[in-house]
């Protein structure tokens, strides 16, 4: 088992900034592909950047690019998500995710561990 907890949320103003934390226990770190996804209230659950457990290979939703930036920690098992010129579209829900799987996928069933999730509120 993988026990994901994430940090970092909260409210922020549009063009604001926000870093994510997501601490990882119970198992090695360094062998799992790590993901962000969010949630809005009434949509779906949506990829928003990974980062790969074999050489840090990122992903980004194109929502996102130039704007969030996802790091991974080995060491302290850790992945951040530092969120720059923040949007009140980026207001959900996020969630931190770890999958077992060579690769780096965007697609929430290819995740098997799950954080709780932090919400981030983007005020206009």
């Known amino acids: 088992q993988l026990q994901l907890v994430e940090s970092g949320g909260g409210l922020v103003q549009a063009g604001g900034s926000l870093r994510l934390s997501c601490a990882a226990s119970g198992r090695t770190f360094s062998s799992y592909t790590m993901g962000w996804f969010r949630q809005a209230p009434g949509k779906e659950r949506e990829f928003v950047t990974g980062?790969?457990?074999?050489?840090?290979?990122?992903s980004y939703a194109e929502s996102v690019k130039g704007r969030f930036t996802i790091s991974r920690d080995n060491a302290k098992n850790t992945i951040t998500l530092q969120m720059n010129s923040l949007k009140p579209e980026d207001t959900a829900a996020y969630y931190c995710?770890?999958?077992?799987?060579?690769?780096?996928?965007?697609?929430?069933?290819?995740?098997?561990?799950w954080g709780q999730g932090t919400q981030v509120t983007v005020s206009s």
């Open positions: 980062i790969s457990r074999a050489d840090s290979r990122t």
């Open positions: 995710a770890a999958s077992p799987r060579l690769g780096l996928y965007q697609l929430a069933n290819r995740y098997d561990y």
